[in-house]
């Protein structure tokens, strides 16, 4: 059974990466370049530094509990960026519902911390070390859940682990935004 439970994460596994790699056209090569890569994207110039006060704010609202965040998602605090698609596609449907809160906190440190978002607002911190934080803490909140609704999901800490593998090995384009031909070049050069 033991045997059989890691055939079936390594075949889910593999169908996320490759489902990822359909949806957001990202070859594997290319998400594994950006969460490799890091150097290769600009800092911020000063001119566009983020306001520390607002770079505080963030980091205090992610590292609260994904029900403490849950309130404060309700209130769309400005000048942060509360858009979420919560767990992505093909994300299964049972693990999606039990790690929405989570997928949701996510969601807000990738488009606050990581690239541009619809709002045009200023990253406060696209460096790999955040984005690494950031799905780290997905995966503290994915196991929280998993203690605090004891059943949740079969396996539930085995779910969160596969949920963050995905995140770590996919996550890169969604955090740094796309990359352009010539960023590409200098990834694989």
């Known amino acids: 059974m033991h045997h059989a439970h890691r055939t079936a994460a390594s075949r889910l596994t593999a169908t996320l990466a490759l489902t990822a790699t359909l949806l957001t056209g990202t070859s594997l090569a290319h998400a594994t370049a950006a969460t490799t890569a890091p150097g290769s994207h600009s800092a911020t110039s000063p001119a566009q530094a983020p306001d520390h006060t607002v770079l505080k704010r963030a980091d205090t609202l992610m590292s609260q ?9 309700q209130k769309q605090e400005a000048p942060f960026d509360w858009s979420t698609d919560s767990c992505s596609p093909p994300t299964p449907t049972a693990w ?3 790690f929405h809160r989570a997928c949701v906190m996510h969601d807000f440190g990738y488009r606050n911390y990581g690239s541009p978002g619809p709002k045009g607002l200023h990253p406060l911190d696209p460096t790999e070390n955040r984005r690494l934080a950031i799905d ?7 196991q929280r859940i998993c ?3 004891p059943g949740v999901l079969p396996d539930c800490r085995g779910a969160a682990q596969l949920m963050h593998r ?7 384009p969604a955090f740094y935004g ?8 200098s990834r694989q050069g």
Do not use: C, H, I, W
């Open 178 to 185: 796309p990359v352009s031909g010539k960023e590409q070049e």
């Open 65 to 73: 509990t994904y029900q403490e965040f849950a309130e404060s998602a």
């Open 166 to 172: 995905a995140v770590r090995l996919l996550g890169g």
């Open 96 to 98: 999606a519902k039990a």
């Open 147 to 149: 203690d605090d609704q």
């Open 136 to 142: 780290n803490r997905f995966l503290q909140e994915m």
